[in-house]
């Protein structure tokens, strides 16, 4: 089972480029969620969803947009990056209801 | 608007001490989930606890949820090196699109 895969790992990125992030699961569940982890800052999240064609802004949405196309992807796109997003981004993805989430090994982006 | 804290966000403790780490959270919610992270990497969950009054232990770990008091805690007991990590709490709002907020987190060091 390969569980949550993100891709890539790692990206740099000038300011103003863009580029989309790609997170895919292969447990069958509902929810799926993006967060940006930063010192001090713990996870906060960006965007979610429940199920196949339907998202939700989190707590720090700006500058991002994403996409739930089928129900084992969820892809968040960054339309013209800033050094503010420098960032460790996490997808995540959970059965809807009691269970907990799984978490993808994490994309490390630097913006310069 | 759900918000989740820990406290204390840094402990520095010595091998066989015991300590707690607190959660609270600021709305209904009978789904609470530790989990723990490793230097440069993923989340990995520890814990699911899912009704007033649940306990989970696991070795040295123990994890407990008063919803009526909106709090969590995870309890280290005689602490070894190998604990030494960051520890976040997570609460789940059922209703709806199934939002997932994550805590500050707990940066553990553990001193031989």
């Known amino acids: 089972n390969a569980g949550v895969t993100q891709t890539p790992k790692f990206q740099v990125l000038k300011t103003g480029q863009s580029m989309t992030l790609q997170c895919a699961q292969d447990?069958?569940?509902?929810?799926m969620y993006w967060y940006r982890q930063d010192p001090g800052m713990g996870l906060r999240l960006i965007y979610y969803s429940a199920s196949e064609g339907t998202t939700d802004k989190g707590e720090v949405p700006n500058g991002y947009n994403v996409s739930r196309l089928n129900k084992r992807e969820f892809s968040l796109r960054l339309e013209s990056a800033a050094p503010s997003q420098t960032s460790v981004y996490f997808c995540?993805?959970?059965?809807?209801?009691?269970?907990?989430?799984?978490f993808g090994q994490g994309t490390r982006l630097t913006v310069v | 608007e759900l918000k989740v804290e820990q406290n204390p966000l840094f402990l520095s403790m010595q091998e066989g001490k015991n300590y707690t780490i607190y959660c609270n959270y600021s709305?209904?919610?009978?789904?609470l989930y530790w989990y723990r992270q490793d230097p440069g990497k993923s989340l990995e969950s520890l814990f699911v606890l899912l009704s007033n009054g649940a306990v989970k232990q696991e070795g040295r770990l123990m994890a407990s949820l008063d919803t009526k008091a909106r709090l969590s805690t995870l309890h280290i007991t005689a602490a070894v090196h190998d604990l030494s990590a960051t520890y976040f709490c997570a609460v789940v709002i059922l209703e709806g699109a199934q939002k997932l907020v994550f805590g500050q987190g707990t940066r553990l060091t553990i001193n031989p």
């Open positions: 995540a993805s959970r059965v809807t209801g009691g269970h907990e989430a799984f």
């Open positions: 447990m069958n569940h509902n929810s």
């Open positions: 709305t209904t919610s009978d789904r």
